[in-house]
Every structure is written in C-alpha cells, then in structure tokens.
C-alpha cells in the first residue's frame, strides 16, 4: 500500500528532525542522485559525460535538485543549473558550483528560456526542482515560462492534455529522462489537480512520504514512476490518500474453507439491464459469479433473464436471501418509463438492503448503486452503499443534491467533487476514471491498476459485478465498519484493472474479457499471500 500524507503532515515531521539539526536535505539529495544514476545505467552503459539539466526554484525543492546535481558533478556527470529565480538555496548552488556544474540564471534573463531549451532537447536527464510542497497556484514566473517553452519543444506536460498526453510506450528514447524532485512541479500537492504548467515526470523521487497529489488524478498521470526516499521522518496520523498495492487485497480476500457454503461466500442480487440494454445484466452477472459469488440472483425482465441464463446457467432467478445488492447496471435513468420495471425492482432491493423489508431481508447489507441505481439515490445513504459514477454521473449525483458543477469540473477536480458527493449522500463513492477515486468515512483511495484500454462499452457493468460479489463476501465486516466498504471498492478497482491487464494481449479488450479474466487475476493475487 501506498500512503500519501498532506505537505502540512510532512513538514510537522520534518520540524523536530531539522530543529536537531538533522541533515534531511543532504539525505534527500544523495537518495535522488543514486536514483538518477540507476535511471542512467538501467538506460545507457556509461553514466560519465551524461548531459543533466537542473531546473532549480528558489526554495528548498531547489536545494535538493542543486545538491544533487553537485552529486552527479562530482561522478563526472555534465551538469548545468538553470536557475529560474533571482536567488536560489545558496548551500546548493554554492555545492554545484564547487563541484564544476554550470549554472546559466534565465531569472534575471528571460531570453536565455530558448537556450535552456536547446539545452534540454540535448540533456540525458532533467531535474525538476522548480517547486515543491511550498508550492501555491500554478507554477508562475521564470519557472512557468520555462516548463511551458519545454512542452512546446515537444516535452511530454501540459499545457494541453492535463494528462501530459498519451504514456510513452516502451523506453524513453530520444528525449531527456525527466525526474521530479519530490513532486512535479506545479500539480495541487495536496488533491492532485493540475492548475497550470507542469512537466510529465519520468520517475518522481518524493522524500519522507509519498504526498496526496502522486496519487490523485489529474496530477497522478503526470508523475511517472514513484520512489518515496525514507528520510527518517515519522509519520504519525492517518495517511491522506492511500493506494491498494495487489498484496493488500490478496491478503484480504475471503479464501473458502470446507465449512463454506454459498451463503458464507455470498450471494448477490443483481437488478440490471433491460430489453433494450440485456448485455448489461450478462455482463454484471458474468462478472459477480466469477469474482467469486457463493451464488448469482439476477432480477429483471424473462426476455433478460433468458440472456442471463443462456451465458451463466449458474444464476439464479428466483427471488431470496442476499448478501449484497446491485443496481442499476443497464437500467436508464428513473425517469425513463423504458425500464423493464427495473427501477420498481431496484427500489425493492435498495430498501432490502438498508435492512427495511421485514422478513425478505435478514438486517442491512452492502449495495452497489451504478448507472440507473444512482437515480435512486433518494435520501440519505449509509456508507455501505457504494456509488460508482463516472464524471458525468457524478455532476448528475451533485446536481441533483443542488450542485451545480459541469462535467469539466469533476474532471479538474476529482477529489474535491468525489468528497462531496460523500458529504451529501452519506454513501461511499467511486468515481470511475483512468485513476480511481474512492472516498468514504474518513477515507480516500487513488487507483491506477487499469490499462487504456479497459476504456470500453460494458467495463462499468463488470466492475460493478465484481464490487458485488467483494461486498457479498465480507458483508457483515463491511456493514459493521463505516470506512471498510471504501477499501472493498479500491480492492474491487485494483481486480478489475489487473483482470484488464489479464486480458488484453497488448490491445483491445471486451468488457466480457474482462469479467473472464477474473478468476485467473484472482488465482495471481493469491500467489502473494504470505505462507501461514
Ligand atoms: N526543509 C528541508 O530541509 C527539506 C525540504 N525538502 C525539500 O524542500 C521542499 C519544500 O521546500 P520549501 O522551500 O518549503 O518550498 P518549495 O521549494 O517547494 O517552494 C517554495 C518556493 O517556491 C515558490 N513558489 C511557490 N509556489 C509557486 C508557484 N506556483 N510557482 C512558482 N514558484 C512558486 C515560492 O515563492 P514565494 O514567492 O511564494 O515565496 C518559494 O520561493 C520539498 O518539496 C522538498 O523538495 C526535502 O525533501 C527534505 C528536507
Ligand atoms: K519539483
């Protein structure tokens, strides 16, 4: 797992280690310069004579990219500081210096942006360290000037795409290895948005602790591969963010024993798809009964469960007890009169699982609430039910709770947007993207487990199948523990992007391949579970 603490978390721990006097700068820099020379050899045979850029703020970020850059002087690396403000750390500058890097001031010299850039376009490896977690707002001034004249030169960033444009495939060549020192600069430290300038990193080597922005989308695909340095700090509250990593969830899963049966492993009613949308129903059914499901209830109209039935024999259509519902996969919005009578049954099995029909249901269960279901958010959710909007369904969630933000908006913002979903509905929320935000009680998670590819018509359905089927098997834990359904819906998130890359064979993949990847995702994860 990853855990991510804010830039005020990170300073507190740092404090009483600088007051001690304590050389956290000088750790930081040595960790970044052995990285970059790993970087280095891992992509050419000699490190001596390779060309590094270091783009050097005025703080302390500044600092840590100068000493290291002295670093890689002193091991015959060619090393020039491009300083983009009127003073940078004098301790760094002075250590680059001493050790026969250059230094060229673009602050005080704004026509010298142009000769940086030729110097970059000719650079193995640049340093970011224009800005760190002091940072405030878009990356202005010099700095800013200088990382928008880089991304026109072709550099991978932003302006543009906010995601830096599409990921290089395959090794990095014939453009320099760009390294963010402690984060790239210019992204939302603490919730990952992307207010102006930043170039797309290569490797981000983040000191003491990963921060909330690394993981949080937008900035998070601007941050490439992450190294947190342990610097000694101590960190001590609950983490910001975190990130499942494929171990955590494979240390969680409910493995059967002899004395299960499919009501200890769960079953899951699943009201989806309609005449007009039966593949849905296929597909979250699919998806539950091979996640794992002790049994598949499907609920919906003959025609569709006729379709359930000739793909899956294994469900189910009679109606009785179920550990987890799910709602809403296929079914248009509760407006729409085409509906198969699904929102009449998605209803019913809502209020099944806040635990309101005598005698159907057996106490409240875990709901999965997509697509049609999200209309049925009526009043206030327990963190049991978990949504799972993407961008557009969330503005609906938000509007229709008096929010009037635009798909734009949510797409800028994710976390803000996702949390308050959250405060107003009282359910856990997953809001679907290339990045995977999930916030509950008191919780957050940022998932980056999924291929572009998993981008495709149906993938909404599986994974809403494969959360109901987690659910159904930990349904009493996750009714129990307010903050445990937003895990369950991370871990769902991290199984179906690895089903994903299961899946695909470098290209295109079906939604249908994905649930059928599920098993055998499932099967890897549990290669990793510690021997008892
Ligand atoms: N404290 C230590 O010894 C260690 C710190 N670490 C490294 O230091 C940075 C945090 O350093 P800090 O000096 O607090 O802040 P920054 O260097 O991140 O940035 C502050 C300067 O940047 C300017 N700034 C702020 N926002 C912007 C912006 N949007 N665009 C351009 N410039 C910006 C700011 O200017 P002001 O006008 O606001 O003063 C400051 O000059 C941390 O990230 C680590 O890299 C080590 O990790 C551990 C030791
Ligand atoms: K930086």
Known sequence: ????????????????????????????????????????????????????????????????????????????????????????????????????????????????????????????????????????????????????????????????DATGGPADHGPVTGRPWVVAVDVPSGIGVDDGTVPGPVLRADRTVTFGAAKPGLLLPPAAHLVGDISVVDIGLHLAGAPAVRRL???????????????????????????????????????????????????????????????????????????????????????????????????????AGLAAARGELAGLSRGPVPAVLDAGGLGLVEERCPPWFVLTPHAGELRTVLRRHGVDVHRADVEAEPLRWTRRAHELTGATVLLKGAVTVVVGPGVVYAQADAPAWLGTAGAGDVLAGILGAMLAGRAAAVVADPALAAEVAAAAALVHGLAAERATPGGPVTALDVADAVPGTVADLLTLRAAP
């Not at 007051?19 to 050419?44: I, K, N």
């Not at 005080?108 to 850039?117: C, E, M, T």
């Not at 699943?270 to 049994?295: E, K, N, Q, S």
Request: hydrophobic share 50%; net charge positive; with cysteine.
């Open 245 to 347: 990593a494929a171990e955590d969830v494979a240390a969680a899963w409910p493995v059967p024993g002899p004395a299960d049966h499919k009501y200890t492993r769960g079953v899951v009613g699943v009201v989806a798809g309609t005449a007009t949308y039966p593949g849905a129903a296929v597909l979250a059914t699919t998806a539950a009964a091979r996640t794992g499901a002790g049994m598949v209830r499907y609920r919906g109209s003959d025609v569709v469960a006729r379709a359930v039935l000739a793909a899956r024999p294994e469900v189910v259509t009679a109606p009785g007890r179920v550990q987890s519902w799910v709602v809403g996969p296929g079914v248009p919005p509760a407006a729409d009169d085409a509906d198969d009578g699904q929102t009449a049954r998605g209803r």
């Open 1 to 160: 797992m990853i855990r991510a603490w804010s830039a005020t978390d990170v300073r507190a721990a740092e404090e009483p280690l600088l007051a001690a006097g304590v050389p956290l700068m000088e750790r930081a820099a040595f960790a970044l310069a052995t990285t970059v020379l790993a970087d280095l050899r891992a992509r050419r045979r000699s490190v001596r004579g390779a060309h590094v850029v270091v783009l050097a703020g005025a703080g302390n970020n500044g600092g840590d990219a100068l000493h290291a850059g002295a670093h890689l002087a002193r091991r015959g690396l060619a090393v020039v500081a491009v300083l983009a403000a009127e003073r940078v750390h004098d301790g760094g500058l002075a250590a680059l210096r001493a050790a026969g890097g250059r230094t060229v001031d673009v602050a005080s010299d704004a026509g010298r942006v142009r000769s940086v850039v030729h110097d970059v376009a000719g650079a193995d490896v640049v340093l970011d360290g224009l800005v760190g977690i002091g940072a405030c707002g878009p990356l202005r001034g010099t700095g800013g000037d200088v990382v928008r004249a880089l991304v026109a030169d072709g550099l991978p960033g932003v302006p543009g």
